[in-house]
Nanobody
Framework: QVQLVESGGILVQPGGSLSLSCAAS????????MGWYRQTPGNQRALVAH???????NYADSVKGRFTISRDAAHKTVWLQMNSLKPEDTAVYYC?????????WGQGTQVTVSS
């Protein structure tokens, strides 16, 4: 099973920027799709962005043009660069990994956008 460790969640002011990172590890690691979901209280997790092994990325409409997802050449670390943050971006952000065998999730990191 793939273990995921996230970092980068903090309190940031509206209009600010923040970068989240997620590092994957496993005894036997194979590249897969990685990305981020986010969740607010009382709501289901919603996709923010993902990136495939072929480096194709997909974004939720609400973050297009503001967020950028990228990954390293080893396909083990993924970053989410978040710009022009809005209060509605406040959520717990969860990293995920998915391949033919299944999926794994990180523990979540809190992002709060508030003045």
């Amino acid at each position: 099973q793939v273990q995921l460790v996230e970092s980068g969640g903090i309190l940031v002011q509206p209009g600010g920027s923040l970068s989240l990172s997620c590092a994957a590890s496993a005894s036997v690691f194979s590249p897969g799709t990685m990305g981020w979901y986010r969740q607010t209280p009382g709501n289901q997790r919603a996709l923010v962005a993902h990136i495939t092994v072929g480096d194709k990325s997909n974004y939720a409409d609400s973050v297009k043009g503001r967020f950028t997802i990228s990954r390293d050449a080893a396909h083990k670390t993924v970053w989410l660069q978040m710009n022009s943050l809005k209060p509605e971006d406040t959520a717990v952000y969860y990293c995920f990994y998915r391949d033919f065998a299944g999926e794994s999730w990180g523990q979540g990191t809190q992002v709060t956008v508030s003045s």
